[in-house]
């Protein structure tokens, strides 16, 4: 650990401070180095981060979750392929326990947070696996994607509502298609992460 190092420079330290979570950072740094657990990757590092933040409100609200509560919840808020009503009832389900939505969404982390919170803070090193970089890949895709679908949906609605665009009720989708040209396979972005490769031997 930086000698010199503020844990609250950093947005893990800041929330691990905020909530009092005493011994969540060295966890965190045991969790990605295995030490004591199985190695966990960045990303899903993050993940286990913001569901424990998000049992923390739960249990601060008096309302302890139930088993695949937080999960569930967890997915609804975070997950691009979550419809609007699905992600409006998962909001709602937090405000009737005193929870703000918009906050915990604000306060989860990335990946890219845990990696600056433990190399910089806590001085952990460990040499990043092919896992990590496609996760990190994964990230950046998705929010460009996500990006891109905002634009277009307010663009679409801006010349609705001005009476230049006649649509109803729509939803925008973006098909990313990855094409070899020396195998001839063609993948979904998703497809060709999750198989690690196209045909090409």
Known sequence: MSPDSDPTEYKVGRLIDKYDLDGLGRELEDRWLGRGYESQSLRSLADWFNKYLLEEKFNRAG??????EIDNIYRLLTD???TSGMRLDAETALEEKDIDPENTRKEFVSHQS????????????K???????IGSARDTIQRLQSRLIAVIENHLEQL??????????FTVLIDVQILCEDCG????????????????E
């Open 63 to 68: 309302d302890p979750p139930m088993d695949g």
């Open 80 to 82: 691009e392929e979550v």
């Open 114 to 125: 845990v990696y600056v919170y433990l190399t910089e803070h806590r001085g952990a090193s």
């Open 127 to 133: 040499q990043r696996s092919s896992e990590d970089r």
């Open 160 to 169: 609705r509502n001005a009476g230049e665009l006649t649509i109803g009720e």
């Open 185 to 200: 396979s063609s993948y979904s972005l998703t497809d060709l992460f999750d198989r690690g490769g196209c045909d090409c």
